[in-house]
């Protein structure tokens, strides 16, 4: 089977220092892109993440400073990655939660222009969960009928990540062949940011997904309490979030 392709698409995974999109970096980044004729490229490249690698994120993918320390910085490669992927749409395990997040706060960081938003995302985890709620190994087993050798490596992940989607879609007929459809299938929420701190409700509107003031408009809260918008630029929420709600701010501002 191949993709039904309008526009080339990354998989991707990535290996970080941590958990928390808003503070931990990346250490390694691996994609596939495909292209809407079937051919295949495959990139991985490892970075310095400018702050040590915990032991215990070492422990998971087997990376540690001194592996990384003659790497270049994510800041260095921004505007090459940025070219790369530019026109291609995002595809990945958790990514939408997890690595989309991640990658836009790191090229937030290096002062690159780059609205991740405007790709279509799609996540082969969330496929799996609404269709039979397992791990990637797990995943990878009962799709594609082998063993996942090397997992927690960003480009084992990544190949894996690749062939689930296909089986994915071989499997069921209701998923369709199509990204534009793969992307919405594959969406938990409609958010407004990556970390999903703020999402849209059904008329469109943003509002917040979490706290006291959860299910209220972010312009409602702001004009009423401007002092919670100040709360959050100086809070450790997401580069992104951040960036989201002050458009929003602004706006808003614009209209008086």
């Known amino acids: 089977m191949r993709l039904n392709l309008k526009r080339p698409i990354l998989f991707f995974d990535l290996e970080t220092t941590g958990v928390d999109p808003a ?22 490249r490892r970075l310095i993440p400018e702050m040590h ?37 995002l595809a990945g395990y958790n990514s939408n939660k997890f690595d989309v997040p991640v990658l836009a706060e790191e090229f937030l960081r290096a002062g690159a222009d780059v609205d991740l938003k405007k790709k279509k995302l799609v996540d082969v985890q969330n496929i799996f969960h609404r269709m039979e709620q397992r791990t990637l190994v797990a995943a990878y087993k009962f799709y594609c009928g082998k063993t996942l050798d090397n997992a927690h490596a960003a480009e084992a992940d990544t190949r ?22 793969l992307a919405g299938f594959s969406a938990r929420t409609q ?28 312009a409602d809260v702001f004009r009423e309490e401007p002092s919670y918008y100040a709360w959050m630029m100086n809070g450790e929420f997401p580069r992104y979030t951040k960036k989201v709600i002050t458009e929003i701010r602004l706006r808003e501002l614009s209209r008086k």
């Open 23 to 44: 503070v931990d970096r990346i250490v390694e980044i691996s994609f596939i892109k495909v292209s809407p004729d079937g051919k295949e490229e495959t990139k991985t």
């Open 53 to 89: 690698i915990p032991e215990e994120a070492s422990a998971i993918h087997g990376i540690t400073d001194e592996d990384v320390k003659d790497c270049p910085t994510f800041k260095s490669v921004a505007k090459s990655l940025a070219a790369y992927i530019e026109g291609c749409d």
């Open 160 to 181: 894996a990540t690749y062939e689930v989607l296909l089986a994915q879609i071989d499997r069921y007929p209701e998923v369709e062949n199509d990204v534009e459809f």
């Open 191 to 218: 958010d407004a940011d990556f970390a999903g701190r703020i999402v849209y409700d059904e008329k469109g509107v943003e509002v917040f997904n979490f706290g006291k003031h959860k299910g209220r408009p972010v």
